[in-house]
């Protein structure tokens, strides 16, 4: 199974929103709602922001939101701040034995 | 809740590590317990998994180390392990150990073990 496709770089201003991109298959993105989407920091282990494609885990800012539409999931970044600069991954189930599988990463840079 | 995971290294093609990952601050013993590693400079990939004692145990993994690495849990000492055999240059990577009681989703992660497979 191949991993998700991402745009390899995404930016926006302070202030502004950026949405992300993640496109799956029928195998995955396109038959569950089971996204998720990580953000990480240079040096730092991948921190979970949204799971089952549009849910936050507590103390993740509502300025992060998720959403999919057939195979392909999006992440959108409203308000963008200087700490939201980092590498994003989204993730999806892809089955009962291949679990799951990864998009390749975003790189968003606040300008 | 906590993931320290141990055991990495320098290791020449073609031999054998254990990564360990012990777990504090929550029922062990009911988590599903990932391994996902992330090559230098790439992007992030699932590796393989342990279900809990109830669901039996099972391990599913993803095809690039399917037969060479095993993942086992040991619930009285609270650790998951990774046994990694027949490594290959492309194994080069931090492994992080990682659960989350959402499915497929990973809300707690481990700060990782390098690996490194070089002669």
């Known amino acids: 199974q191949s991993a998700l496709t991402q745009p390899p770089s995404a930016s926006g201003s302070p202030g502004q929103s950026v949405t992300i991109s993640c496109t799956g298959t029928?195998?995955?993105?396109?038959?569950?709602?089971?996204v998720s989407w990580y953000q990480q920091h240079p040096g730092k282990a991948p921190k979970l922001m949204i799971y089952?494609?549009?849910k936050r885990p507590s103390g993740v800012p509502d300025r992060f939101s998720g959403s999919k539409f057939g195979d392909t999931a999006s992440l959108t970044v409203s308000g963008l701040q200087a700490e939201d600069e980092a590498d994003y991954y989204c993730?999806?189930?892809?089955?009962?034995?291949?679990?799951?599988?990864f998009g390749g990463g975003t790189k968003l840079t606040v300008l | 809740m906590q993931l320290v995971e141990s055991g990495g290294g320098l290791v020449e093609p073609g031999g054998s590590l254990r990564l360990s990952c012990a777990a504090s601050?929550?029922?062990?013993?009911?988590?599903?317990m990932s391994w996902v590693r992330q090559a230098p400079g790439k992007g992030l990939e699932w590796v393989g998994r342990?279900?809990?004692?109830?669901?039996?145990?099972?391990?599913d993994y993803a095809a690039a180390v399917n037969g060479r690495f095993f993942v086992s849990r040991d619930d009285s000492m609270n650790t998951v392990f990774l046994q990694m055999n027949s490594l290959r240059a492309d194994d080069t990577a931090l492994y992080y150990c990682?659960?989350?009681?959402?499915?497929?989703?990973?809300?707690?992660w481990g700060q990782g073990a390098l690996v490194t497979v070089s002669s």
């Open positions: 990682a659960t989350g009681q959402m499915v497929a989703a990973f809300e707690h």
């Open positions: 601050g929550f029922t062990f013993s009911d988590a599903w």
């Open positions: 342990v279900k809990p004692k109830s669901y039996g145990e099972t391990t």
């Open positions: 029928s195998n995955d993105v396109g038959v569950y709602d089971y």
């Open positions: 089952e494609v549009t």
């Open positions: 993730s999806s189930y892809g089955g009962s034995s291949i679990f799951v599988v």
